[in-house]
């Protein structure tokens, strides 16, 4: 298998593709926030959906406020954003995803899809270092990793990006489902034990909807 493209045909990535991938996050997690709130419920404290909607819905009002010229400006601010305003684990976990996409990305002003999955790959790897968590343990790193390995492969075989992201969001979103049957080893749930199996987890499940949101936007 050869070295990554640098760029795929009609693949523009800029600041505004990124911005409206947030716009897009924030759309997508408000329309399924109740379902996000309904799984932590189970096995968290309840309230996923409401803290990732509230943090999404700043951070594209900061993005629209601010309007950063290049990706991973967007993707810092994004991720900055989070932090402040998203209470419990999941903040600190998509802000460090964010920012570490971002730093990757750093000042070009349009990115390839290289670089793009350079960028999830370096998202996967914050989370797996802020969470010591690894696939397995019933994490939304159960969700990213298969993501970014998707995009990291449909890239090195030239697929289109819509059809790139489309991999990585389904990707994303089997390994959410995949989740169900694991007992938690990280974070609140896995205080409860064995009774945390039988339910997705939320983080992997809000996941899903982030590549989900990426792909939409991919495809306009």
């Known amino acids: 298998m050869g070295p990554m493209p640098d760029a795929l045909p ?21 329309a399924e926030k109740d ?17 990732l909607d509230r943090g999404l819905s700043a951070a594209a ?15 810092a ?4 954003t989070l932090i402040r305003k998203v209470g419990g684990a ?30 999830l790959r370096a998202a996967v790897d914050g989370v797996r270092s802020l969470g010591s968590a690894a696939e397995g343990d019933k ?8 993501a970014a390995g998707a995009l990291a492969r449909a890239v090195q075989e030239g697929l289109d990006l819509p059809a790139a992201l489309e991999a990585a969001a389904s990707a994303a979103g089997a390994g959410a489902r995949a989740t169900v049957p694991l007992e938690a080893r990280k974070g ?13 987890d939320p983080g992997a499940a809000s996941s899903a909807l982030l590549l989900r949101a990426l792909h939409t936007v991919a495809t306009r």
């Open 90 to 119: 999941s903040g600190p976990l998509y802000g460090t995803a964010l920012r570490e996409a971002g730093r990757t990305l750093g000042e070009s002003p349009e990115v390839s899809p290289a670089e793009l999955a350079r960028a």
């Open 77 to 80: 601010l994004a991720g900055s």
């Open 61 to 75: 009002a900061a993005l629209a406020e601010r309007r950063p010229a290049v990706p991973g400006a967007v993707l």
């Open 10 to 30: 009609d693949a523009v990535l800029d600041a505004g593709f990124f911005t409206s991938w947030i716009v897009e996050a924030a759309r997508l997690v408000r």
């Open 139 to 146: 994490t939304m790193v159960d969700a990213l990793a298969p």
């Open 188 to 200: 609140r749930a896995s205080y409860l034990g064995p009774r945390s199996a039988g339910h997705e």
């Open 35 to 51: 379902r996000l709130t309904r799984l932590d419920t189970a096995i968290g404290d309840g309230d996923h959906g409401t803290n």
